[in-house]
T-cell receptor, first 111, second 115 residues
Framework: TQLLEQSPQFLSIQEGENLTVYCNSS?????LQWYRQEPGEGPVLLVT?????EVKKLKRLTFQFGDARKDSSLHITAAQPGDTGLYLC???????????FGPGTRLSVLP | EPEVTQTPSHQVTQMGQEVILRCVPI?????FYWYRQILGQKVEFLVS????????KSEIFDDQFSVERPDGSNFTLKIRSTKLEDSAMYFC?????????????FGPGTRLTVL
């Protein structure tokens, strides 16, 4: 069974600060996705990474997939209150298999 | 912008009753999924559906559960003889290719409360 761990579990920061959240596993994933989920809503996909070492940027968000494809990080620059939410990573071991979700990092950005 | 819709938004039922959760995936999508999220816990995969049959299911998806695509637009999750521990948010998702390389679009969820 593939398991994904995320850290920290909770993070509260001031507007304008930078932060990094992590997604780790002992398993290798062929594909890893990051989602943001707001209360009472479904997860919204932010990015998909498939190549070890891959870095993708989405405005102030930078996503990195570890070289061994076992871990990933999400870095947010100059966080804003609108970044508040639950950040989930999800990985698929092989093509055609479905995604296993991590427990999430709950981020709160205070104005 | 096309979106996945789910009805009802909130379903309250008595233990032992059957419920049907409905989803309308994005119209040109071919892959459909159900996930659940128990309050305060992580999103858990239940089942995926392609070409009118289940392509993968998790250990959670036992004989109590079934899925159906009764017509060209709806995708349903039936839960028979509901239990207290079935209380959760149930999310439907769809994609136009297999999940690995393509985006799954999630619906807003149905909150199921079993009393």
């Amino acid at each position: 069974t593939q398991l994904l761990e995320q850290s920290p579990q909770f993070l509260s920061i001031q507007e304008g600060e930078n932060l990094t959240v992590y997604c780790n596993s002992s398993s290798v994933f062929s594909s890893l996705q990051w989602y943001r989920q707001e209360p009472g809503e479904g997860p919204v996909l932010l990015v998909t990474v498939v190549t070890g070492g891959e870095v993708k940027k989405l405005k102030r968000l930078t996503f990195q997939f570890g070289d061994a494809r076992k871990d990933s990080s999400l870095h947010i620059t100059a966080a804003q209150p609108g970044d508040t939410g639950l950040y989930l990573c999800a990985g698929a071991a092989n093509y055609g298999q479905n995604f296993v979700f991590g427990p999430g990092t709950r981020l709160s950005v205070l104005p | 912008e096309p979106e996945v819709t789910q009805t009802p938004s909130h379903q309250v039922t008595q233990m032992g009753q059957e419920v049907i959760l409905r989803c309308v995936p994005i119209s040109n999508h071919l892959y459909f999924y159900w996930y659940r999220q128990i309050l305060g816990q992580k999103v858990e995969f239940l089942v995926s559906f392609y070409n009118n049959e289940i392509s993968e299911k998790s250990e959670i998806f036992d004989d109590q559960f079934s899925v159906e695509r009764p017509d060209g637009s709806n995708f349903t999750l039936k839960i028979r003889s509901t239990k207290l521990e079935d209380s959760a948010m149930y999310f439907c998702a769809s994609s136009n290719r297999g999940a690995l390389y393509n985006e799954q679009f999630f619906g807003p969820g149905t909150r199921l409360t079993v009393l």
